[in-house]
């Protein structure tokens, strides 16, 4: 289907195809020096440490929860909203996810109040030990930093960011001023998925002040060797051991010269996609007399405590059958939608999974968000076309 006004839209040029073109040319394709620099740059851009380009999203969350020491007979607390990675991986690190609620409807985050009731319903029921707390920047609007890096302190745990919505983002926090998000916590995590902010098709990076973490991180990264392919073809190094059970979650030259051109574009594009929300906002508050919520509405305005990087536009519907004779509408009329998400804990991988069944107001949000279309490309006509759509669809 060819979409009149699709959900998200790439925003390349020249510059990227030229850039293919020459890392092609150069005759190393595998991790080397367009990685590295695409790490520091990344890096610098963020004021953190450490930046490790990884295969994927997924890839530097397992990573994160593998390089903290994650383990069986831990438990891992997360938001019932977000995408499903986050408590697949910590699955696959043989611990337990435990899902906390939102704040509200109006701000789809993880509620601090209702991570710390999930840590003290783990420690209750006297079975595995929180030991992590995974924080998602839901549509690139930072979660309550302040508040959740106070109560990780506190219980000492390890905080994790899922900023895969989030890239270019920034916080005020009450220390250390502001701060872009996935350099709050312990580890930040990205995605440059195709329909990400910062995009190489597929591809990741973790990032950390950590020296101790990073070194480990990068071990796993590829194998747990010791030296890579990159330094041995230069002579540094002629053989390697293994220290650790790694894996290949490699990054590679191609993603990396797109990415650090995509780097450089970042800024403009999210402050696009901010001038492209506040129009939404704005052609939408009719709507809020019908009882529609559009969540983030206030943080967007205060710009001076926060910078979100506005990833996704959603609308909550005054109810779930509003919500589908919406997305129906607009399919109609060429207007692609999405739903971020289905509620993590009621899928079927994760129906045994028993200390989740306080996440009300996710469960509410989860049934009648829509996801509107935005990218940097977008014209101010094309918003006011999917708001008329679905100005009419409600009436
Ligand atoms: C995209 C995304 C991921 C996963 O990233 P992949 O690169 O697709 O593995 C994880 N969490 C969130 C919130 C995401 O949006």
Not at 105 to 120: G, H, K, R
Not at 218 to 241: F, P, V
Not at 263 to 292: I, K, M, V
């Amino acid at each position: 289907m060819s979409w009149k006004i699709p959900l998200s839209d790439l925003n390349f040029g020249a510059e990227e195809e030229a850039a293919v073109l020459r890392v092609l040319r150069s005759g190393w394709l595998s991790q080397g020096p367009e990685t590295e620099a695409f790490e520091q740059e990344f890096a610098d851009y963020l004021g953190v440490k450490h930046a490790i380009a990884v295969a994927n999203g997924t890839a530097a969350l397992h990573l994160a929860l593998l390089g903290i020491g994650i383990d069986s007979g831990d438990a891992v607390i997360q938001p019932a909203v977000n995408f499903v990675s986050a408590a697949n991986m910590t699955v696959a690190v043989g611990a337990l996810p435990v899902f906390a609620d939102i704040c509200s409807l109006d701000e789809p985050t993880i509620s601090p109040q209702s991570a710390q009731q999930a840590i003290e319903a783990c420690l209750a029921a006297g079975g595995p030990k929180p030991k992590a707390v995974v924080v998602m920047h839901y549509g690139g609007y930072p979660c309550r930093m302040r508040d959740l890096e106070a109560l990780c302190k506190a219980q000492d745990l390890w905080l994790i960011e899922d900023a895969c919505h989030g890239v270019g983002a920034s916080v005020a926090m009450s220390d250390k001023g502001v701060v872009k998000l996935g350099a709050v916590g312990d580890v930040g995590c990205f995605s440059f998925f195709a329909n990400k902010n910062l995009v190489t098709g597929e591809g990741g990076m973790v990032t950390t002040n950590s020296d101790e973490l990073a070194r480990k991180i990068r071990l796993l990264r590829s194998h747990g060797m010791t030296t890579l392919t990159w330094q041995r073809h230069q002579g540094h190094a002629a053989t390697y051991d293994v220290v650790e059970h790694g894996l290949n979650y490699r990054f590679d030259e191609i993603r990396a010269a797109i990415g650090r051109l995509q780097l450089g574009r970042l800024d403009e594009n999210n402050a696009r996609r901010r001038e492209l929300s506040a129009a939404y906002f704005e052609r939408l508050t009719p709507l809020q007399d019908d009882g529609w919520i559009f969540p983030f509405q206030i943080q967007q305005k205060s710009q001076q405590e926060c910078m979100a990087s506005a990833h996704l536009f959603t609308a909550v519907a005054p109810d779930t059958a509003t919500r589908w004779k919406c997305t129906d509408a607009l399919k109609e009329q060429g207007i692609q939608t999405s739903l971020h998400y289905p509620l993590v804990p009621k899928f079927d991988a994760f129906s045994n999974f028993a200390l989740n069944d306080e996440v009300g107001v996710s469960r509410q949000f989860c049934e009648r968000t829509i996801t509107l279309p935005l990218y940097p490309s977008m014209v101010k006509n094309q918003v006011t076309a999917v708001t008329r759509a679905l100005i009419e669809a409600t009436g």
